[in-house]
């Protein structure tokens, strides 16, 4: 279970709580540290969509000045390589499923999957 967050995210802490008391191990990526490679972000956008992994209704994407400006998707994806708080967080990756934001629904999915192997 790879979990992509911000140690500062809500969301986050709450999927590696969820994991945590469910005796998974995971692997959290912080990504003010150590940013998505390329690869791993296209598995995301071909999975939600560009515009489904940005958070459009937080407040960074307002102070960014995102809300009042059209960026090409080439833009956008630099933005959210210098300001990770823009993706819907927690991004999380267990083998091929992939979950955005907070949604323990999928989590659950991939806990199942994983239990079926």
């Known amino acids: 279970m ?3 967050g911000v140690k500062g995210s809500q969301a986050t802490r709450a999927a590696e709580r969820f994991f945590k008391e469910r005796r998974i191990p995971i692997h959290f990526v912080d990504l003010h540290q150590k940013p998505m490679s390329a690869g791993e972000i ?19 994407y307002e102070d960014a000045g995102l809300k009042y400006i059209r960026t090409s998707d080439a833009e956008l994806i630099a933005k959210i390589e210098k300001e990770p708080k823009l993706l819907r ?3 999380i990756r267990a083998g ?3 979950s955005a934001g907070h949604d323990e629904d999928a989590w659950k999915a991939m806990l199942i999957v994983d239990k079926a192997k």
Request: aromatic share 10%.
């Open 2 to 4: 790879q979990i992509f």
């Open 89 to 91: 967080l927690p991004l």
């Open 96 to 98: 091929n499923k992939l």
């Open 42 to 60: 296209r598995r995301f956008i071909e999975r939600f969509g560009l515009a489904g992994l940005v958070d459009r209704e937080g407040k960074v």
